[in-house]
Nanobody, 124 residues
Framework: QVPLVESGGGWVQAGGSLKLSCAAS????????MGWFRQAPGKEREFVAG????????YYADSVKGRFTISRDNAKNTMYLQMSMLKPEDTAVYYC?????????????????WGQGTQVTVSS
């Protein structure tokens, strides 16, 4: 069973907003760092944002800094990505991930568990 399930994706016009959710199923991820990544058609998966286990520290790609906000609610075992001022270049499948083994917030290979992804499409 897939432990992470993303939701909240959809279609929006440039300048609009969406809020993505990542819910853990089958286990608790409150003790681990988590992150959001995205992958556009024909492109490599790239880092978007990361959050520490407590939610006190956050990390962002330069491309989304000031527009996206990552957060988590450990009581609900859920992570969020509030996306505002969306641009066409934000169009991608967005993935939720959990890092169990020591590593970096920024690199895809450092994460151990992944969700199925949710599509975000931003039109100009």
């Amino acid at each position: 069973q897939v432990p992470l399930v993303e939701s909240g994706g959809g279609w929006v016009q440039a300048g609009g907003s969406l809020k993505l959710s990542c819910a853990a199923s089958g286990r608790t991820f409150s003790s681990y760092p988590m992150g959001w990544f995205r992958q556009a058609p024909g492109k490599e998966r790239e880092f978007v944002a990361g959050v520490s286990m407590s939610g006190s520290s956050t990390y962002y790609a330069d491309s989304v800094k000031g527009r996206f906000t990552i957060s988590r609610d450990n009581a609900k075992n859920t992570m969020y990505l509030q996306m505002s001022m969306l641009k066409p270049e934000d169009t991608a499948v967005y993935y939720c991930a959990v890092r169990v083994v020591a590593g970096s917030y920024y690199y895809t290979g450092a994460y151990d568990y992944w969700g199925q992804g949710t599509q975000v499409t931003v039109s100009s």
